[in-house]
């Protein structure tokens, strides 16, 4: 079946009530029918339902569909995106085991690693490149794990995904890639040998600025140690998001096609425009690999960044005069959402950090939204007249 197919038709077995849509299964435990029963499923000798901190339908329909959509073997989903990574990570690394880390990924990925990883004695390095080749002189003896963001937030930086997954297999490193940015609709990083693949599905795959919820999608190998790990520590979704999530995948395709033609128009305008010194957009000719995204992509994605021609004042101008784009720390809702990355989601990194990564004062980046895009370009054009 194809993509849309498969997020409308996995669905939970129906019940009794022969109902058309899947239920929300609001139970934090479940029923045996006698004690040997009790005894096996505990045990694990035969499957079902012991506790919703280890399974629960509502939250296997949404990991179903999601490993079924990325192309991997199985998934748990977690309560946020940032649960996702810093259960993939402890569930995954030992005392001694080193990280390789793209400079360019979400701050608060950087900041588990430096303030709580770190003192539990693994080590990381931020590499500070697209490029595999740049990356091998890194590898370490103890290196267990390479971790990176395609496309990046907010800088929008390609890394693609064959080269970094054939370097990872060459030296026996687990890869994993946060595919949030591209949802599994745009990009199935496993379909190129990534080990595993994260999501934040507070983004797109919620897509309404409702709900918190993460992924971990892999092979069976890896997602078993992370069940383990998440009966015990107990960072499980709720059968309430997970239902939500579950039915905001029924409409990803669809969604997602209109963020990148309204994403792509808002980029081309912007392009033609004087007072700006720089567009960033993956299915923009001038983005330095843009070759490579058409490769791996099947569209640009919802995120547009640029950069004013003009100080950390005329940014700052930009956003107060903005109408009705919302000033939001989100991105991925069906409002466009206009942010200042250096002075909100990326705040915590020091000056010399953003730089690496190309975020300098004037970056702007917006999340286009699926309004009309005539009225997302006229709220943007009214405000860079005002700036
Ligand atoms: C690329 C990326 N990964 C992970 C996260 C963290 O996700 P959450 O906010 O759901 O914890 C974010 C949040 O903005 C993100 O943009």
Partial sequence: MKFETIAIRTQTERGKQNEHSTPIFATSSYLFNDADEMRMIFSDEMPGNVYSRYTNPSVREFENKIALLEHTEDARATTTGMAAIFTAFACLLGQGDHVLMSQAVFGSTIKIMENFFSKWGI???????????????????????????????????????????????????????????????????????????????????????????????????????????????????????????????????????????NALALAEWLSGQDKIKRVSYPFLESHPSYEIAK????????????????????????????????????????????????????????????????INASLIRVSVGLEHIDDIIADVEQALIKA
């Fill in 123 to 261: 080590t990381y390095t931020l590499v500070n490149s697209e490029n595999a080749e740049d990356w091998e002189e890194f590898i370490l003896p103890n290196t267990r794990l390479l971790y990176f963001e395609t496309p990046s937030n907010p800088g929008l930086q390609i890394f693609r995904l064959q080269s970094f997954a054939d370097m990872c297999k060459k030296h026996g490193i687990i890869s994993i890639v946060d595919n949030c940015f591209a949802t599994p609709y745009l990009q199935q990083p496993a379909k190129h040998g990534i080990d595993m693949v994260i999501h934040s599905a507070t983004k797109y795959i919620d897509g309404q600025g409702r709900v918190m919820g993460g992924v971990i999608a892999g092979k069976k190998e890896h997602i078993t140690a992370i069940e383990q790990f998440m009966r015990n520590a107990g960072p499980s979704l709720s059968p309430f998001n997970a239902w939500v999530l579950s039915k905001s995948l029924e409409t990803l395709a669809v969604r997602m096609d209109r963020h990148c033609s």
């Fill in 295 to 358: 490769q791996q992509m099947k569209a640009g994605g919802g995120i547009v960044a640029f950069e004013l021609d003009g100080d950390l004042q005329m940014g700052k101008n930009l956003l107060n005069n903005i109408g009705m784009l919302s000033m939001s720390a989100n991105l991925g809702d069906t409002r466009s959402i206009i942010t200042h990355p250096a002075s909100t989601t990326h705040s915590k990194l020091t000056e010399e950090q953003r730089k690496l990564v190309g």
